[in-house]
């Protein structure tokens, strides 16, 4: 079966016109990566999603183009963007898949971000050019098996000795765990019932005693790397751990930065099913008319169209905030909320309309429906953060 | 080796358009802009030779209102060194009269080469290189697919209707860059940050006259569904019939 796309070359969805709002590199940017998705992603993405492996031949020139940690400083080999632009990187990267846009999510915003807010200095030189070039590749272990929602519970322990650290515990649903050279940790490094105890820690992967194995059977990110990892007694020096990190405050920072990154990705996602449902309806007879011509078909565009609208505004201002250094993690979950749930809307309703076609891997739309039904759980579930922007607005916490 | 890429901003064919109420231009309700296809692989043939050299400098001219400016960052952002911005109202559909501006910014210059796409890809005429050229006093080289320099000389090879011919030149000349040369590199990040910090200079176009004008523009006549006249041998008479005294080709 071929796989690979034929679809015309993606012109984004900009109704209301958006583009006037975005300054002159941030458009750049955004056209830079669009066609880089088109030359380069798009023509495996089906393939690589088939057959359940990420496609690693992809990231010397993610690296080169300047993906991966793009709104960090230039000192460190990143490309100093502001937080549009880079938010407009993860909405292209996720127009073509969101297990794509998540191995470029978790390399800046959880691997090298930490290493950037957290790390010594001598940290920061080390690992974030190596990780802004793809020489390293990073993943990011906060959730375990019993502990997802509620991270603070975690039972991975990081025991201080002499000369070092002793890391013991076991992570999972760790994007990018089995291709990662380098892991951050989060381990409590005192009481088990203890959150501000716990530090991040950089943990190369070939250190002994540390292991991470595939989790099979994903009907989901299919072309994403998604792992357990064991920790068993893996000794460290005591320069592994992030000096400035402490309690669960430090990797949920991570989190908002990551998050911040989903919300701009949900609407290429969205964008991404509306292009094909609008070219498909254009181009499909039915009743001697394209399907366009009926009254249901333009419902269901119209719908979705006015959606990925209010979304691209809403999510602009985030990143206006998120420039000027006011935006709230609150801000980021009702974002994060809203364009998921819109996206995995527009996905449903775009494979509905492809028809028996929708259910193809040819077409995008259910290899997006099927993704997005894990960046509605991950990075804080759809209800989690109902939870947070409710409590933000009652004072009252429900969780 | 110093070198001039003349670039032009056009309309990005991938967009739907449609003809203004004057009837004679494109509306401009949700049209965008973009480099020129054959331009960018022009500026690509251009940061290839300085890369190649080991050294020299790219410098992209383009003429037009200020909106072409943002073009100009696209190729400065690709690697060129420098811009030249010859500010127009408007870009004439007279190619000598944008050919009369170029060449009176370009005539001092010192360029080694002076690059061209083959043509823009909006008007397809394909004729402000040559003029350029004329007007310099520079040979030309149209079309090219293939192009070595060296030792002051150029070689370039042009694919012609079923036979591809190879011309040699003395530097500097006006070339024109077809497709399959080289495909465009994509701007990197650091280079569309590095790009804000790159000179572009911005004088006043000297057009020369224009002498012609667009009249009338119009969309070619939607396409009407295919015809089944039969099947099999059968149906070759009418076939032949119908491609004589209906269609007119045979």
Redesign the interface.
Known sequence: MATGTVA??F?GVDFLDF?SLLG??E???RD?VR??VD?HLMPVIGQAYIDGKFPRQLIPGMA????LG?NLP?EYGC???NNV?YGL?MQELERGDSGIRSFASVQGALVMYPIYAFGSDEQKQKWLPLLASGQEIGCFGLTEPDFGSNPGGMITTARETADGWVLNGTKMWITNGSQATVSIIWAKTGDIAETKSIRGFIVPTDTKGYSARDQKGKLSLRASDTSEIHLQDVHLPKDAVLPRSGGIKSPLMCLTQARYGIAWGAIGAAMACYDEALRYAGNRVMFDRPIAQTQIQQVRLVDMLTEITKAQFMTLQLGRLKDAGTMTPEQVSICKRNNVDMATDCAREARRLLGANGILIEYHSMRHMANLESVYTYEGTHDMHSLIVGQAITGLAAF | MKIAVCIKRVPDTELRFSIGSDGKSLDQAGLKYDLSDFDGYAVEVALRLVEQAGGGEVAVVCLGPDAVQETMRKAISMGADRGIHLRADTIPFDGLSVAHALAAELKDGGYDLVLFGRMATDSAAGVVGPMTAQLLGLPCVTAISHLDIADGRGTARRELEGVAEVTTFPLPAVLTIDEGIARARLPSLKGIMAAKKKPIETREAHLGEVRLTVESMALPPERTGGRIIGEGPDAVPELIRLLQTEAKVL
Not at chain 1, 64 to 67: D, V
């Open positions: 015309p070359q012109t583009d002159e590199e458009r750049a940017v830079t066609a880089w030359e080169e183009l300047g993906l793009a230039e490309a100093g963007l632009a990187i």
